[in-house]
């Protein structure tokens, strides 16, 4: 099964992969193909800061932990994305 996953889930799995969210992304990825946005990481790494300072994690455990969260979804480039939704949207649909 394909599932969508948006920010929200992937924050709260990298946040704590103890969680139900985070375990689902870890070992859910077996059972499920995980997709997201490609500009996904580069807004996580933009974060880095704020979770270094609510986790506690160090630069390295985070390192760590956004390889694992990172290596059970698959990222889509945006445009890959327009060009599927535009049959389901339309021709002149806007993005």
Partial sequence: MKIVVD?????????????KIGQLIIN??????FYTV?????EIIE????ILLSTKFSQI??????????SRIIFVDDIFLVKLWTPFCGK????
Avoid at 28 to 33: A, E
Avoid at 38 to 42: I, S
Avoid at 47 to 50: L, S
């Fill in 7 to 19: 920010s929200n889930i992937v924050f709260s799995a990298i946040l704590n992969t103890q969680s």
């Fill in 38 to 42: 490609g500009l996904l990481k580069d």
């Fill in 92 to 95: 002149n649909a806007t993005y």
């Fill in 28 to 33: 859910g990825s077996k059972y499920f193909d």
């Fill in 61 to 70: 455990q985070f390192n760590d932990t956004f390889k694992l969260i990172t």
């Fill in 47 to 50: 974060h880095t800061a704020k």
